[in-house]
């Protein structure tokens, strides 16, 4: 018997799992706002050279707007539909004002913008771009924002990930909810780019503590039947969530009161998420079984089983999590999932896999204003295309298999992004619907290597397997936003890049097993054996062990490794990223 059936003597998914799951899936609603906060914080609204303070009109007949005035100060750009961005006239040129004015400037004077710019105000009201003008030559440092948050990301994997595995999932639950909360409403006063950029970095390392837990707080007080159905509605909330922030950022145009208004909230989350309980897996594991006992015991009140009890005592409870104290002295490292040809191949691959759909993913996600649409709008759409893609995907792995799906996802994402190159700017409605269907296609290709990163590492290494490779998940977050940066040498130079990616990471997705209707393997030794036919130098030392009747640490044969009591909590990992 393991925890999973002393859940169900408790009541099962009762009272106290409703409650505990609402209070961890509802804050997700607004944390999926963090991600993506610098498309509009960090807005870039248009803009012109702000004109010398010494223009004069004295020499014109007739009275002119500032719209007519600024064609005798700045010159058009290179697609000579718009003016400049970065450039004014040395002198003013008067003559241009008239509408039949047609004539060469190339050969005009030009420079800088010496007294700054002047920003629109009716898409936002206030940017850090337009605060710090980060436009120009500082362009690229707009684009450092999010590679700079991303990076944080990383870090609070490594870091809260081992801190949650010493001091308890909950205990780091609510330190990365107070750390965004204080640090991301100290963002909203950055009297800098650098204080803000530091803030960012640490909210960034919050959210992974948060990422990293939710899931584990969400299924480790629920029973087995149940975890897939509780991880999908963590990952549902997520995308729910990016559809209540296109909402937020119409109302709050202020990059200030925005960023106030998606970080304050988490202090109250703080204290909501105080009212759940640690992880009794986890206490037992850690040896901690007296407050395991008090916790097992709360949520059978809470559930309604008060006569359970009396029942649970201690010996009952180390019964039941016997298995799991046997595979938690285990030792396997990020280092067995390359000793071996086959888990090589596997880890190799989905490192690709998992790089290119993230690097994909953001570089439509983090430049909405490309399109010409409403970036607003534009928002609302990406928000709610995740929904469909999800349950299509999910439904379409039953049939066609993981690798199918994986490749195509990756491979019709690559085709949708290499056709919108060519498609003209002024062709907006196509655009935008191609890019929504790529949205969707690099969110499927999520679901699919989530799931499918779970089936194909064995259980005794499959946590360390799958947090392995989604590390490069998030670096393919940090590079996706400088790449766009790429667009002044050359426009489609963007495109070509997530595109290429997409397709490197389909091909690599086509060297995977498949798993559709496979049993999960539960050692390294079984997917050798299943998948490539052979047999490791792993398999000959445990067969060397057996024979000589010592004990050879770190080697576990099948018959030692407990059921799959985890198998569920794998495949229906949220969409993190």
């Not at 948050?149 to 909810?177: E, P």
Request: hydrophobic letters at 45%; aromatic letters at 10%.
């Amino acid at each position: 018997m393991g925890f999973s059936d002393l859940l169900e003597e408790i009541g099962g998914f009762g009272r106290y799992q409703w409650i505990h799951v609402s209070v961890i899936i509802f804050p997700g609603l607004l944390l999926a706002s963090q991600n993506l906060l610098n498309n509009f914080v960090s807005g870039v609204p248009n803009h012109h050279c702000t004109l010398p303070a010494n223009h004069s009109l004295n020499n014109l007949s007739l009275q002119i707007d500032e719209k007519q005035l600024l064609k005798a100060f700045i010159p058009l750009d290179s697609s000579g539909n718009r003016l400049d961005r970065c450039r004014r006239f040395v002198e003013p040129q008067w003559y241009l004002i008239h509408s039949n004015s047609s004539v060469n400037v190339s050969h005009l004077q030009t420079e800088n913008c010496l007294d700054g710019w002047t920003f629109d105000r009716s898409e936002f009201l206030s940017t850090t771009v337009s605060e710090w003008e980060l436009v120009c030559s500082l362009r690229p440092l707009k684009r450092m924002i999010q590679t700079i948050y991303m990076g944080g990301v990383l870090v609070g994997a490594i870091i809260f990930g081992s801190l949650s595995d010493r001091f308890g999932r909950r205990s780091i639950y609510l330190l990365s909810y107070l750390q965004l909360a204080v640090f991301g409403s100290a963002s909203a006063f950055s009297p800098s780019y650098t204080f803000y950029c530091i803030f960012r970095f640490l909210c960034g390392m919050a959210m992974s503590g948060l990422m990293i837990n939710t899931f584990s707080m969400n299924v480790e007080w629920t029973p087995i039947r149940l975890r897939t159905i509780v991880g999908t509605l963590g990952s549902i909330s997520f995308t729910f969530g990016q559809v209540v922030m296109a909402g937020i950022v119409y109302w709050l145009r202020d990059w200030r009161k925005l960023q106030l208004a998606v970080s304050a909230p988490n202090f109250l989350f703080v204290a909501l998420t105080w009212w759940c309980s640690e992880s009794g897996r986890w206490m037992v594991l850690k040896g901690r079984t007296d407050e395991a006992l008090k916790n097992v015991h709360r949520v059978a009140r809470i559930n309604g089983k008060p006569e359970m009890v009396n029942k649970i005592t201690k010996e009952v409870l180390d019964s039941h999590v016997k298995k799991e104290t046997e595979m938690s002295r285990l030792s396997f490292t990020a280092y067995d999932l390359l000793k071996t040809r086959g888990m090589r191949r596997i880890s190799i691959c989905l490192l690709a896999v998992w790089f290119g759909t993230s690097f994909s993913y953001y570089g439509l996600a983090l430049d909405l204003q490309q399109f010409g649409v409403n970036i607003y709008l534009m928002q609302l759409i990406f928000g709610v295309v995740d929904i469909p893609a999800k349950f299509v995907v999910l439904i379409v792995l039953s049939f066609l298999g993981r690798r199918v799906s994986q490749a195509s996802c990756l491979f019709l994402a690559a085709l949708v992004i290499f056709t919108n190159i060519v498609i003209p700017r002024d062709m907006q409605a196509i655009r935008t619907t191609l890019a929504c269907l790529g949205k969707g296609l690099t969110a499927g290709s999520f679901t699919t290597v989530f799931l499918y990163s779970g089936e194909l590492f064995p259980t005794v290494i499959r946590q360390t397997g799958t947090g392995f490779v989604s590390t490069s998940a998030r670096v393919g977050s940090m590079v996706a936003p400088i790449i766009l940066i790429l667009d002044e040498v050359l426009p489609a130079l963007p495109g070509l890049v997530y595109g290429g990616s997409a397709v490197l990471a389909g091909c690599f997705a086509c060297f995977l097993p498949e798993t559709l209707k496979v049993p999960l393997p539960d050692t390294i030794e079984e997917v050798e054996q299943e998948w490539f036919g052979r047999k490791p130098i792993l398999q000959e030392r445990v067969s060397l062990c057996e024979s000589e009747a010592s004990n050879c640490e770190g080697v576990v044969s099948a018959e030692d490794v407990p059921l799959k009591e985890m198998e569920d909590v794998e495949r229906a990992g949220p969409n993190a990223f």
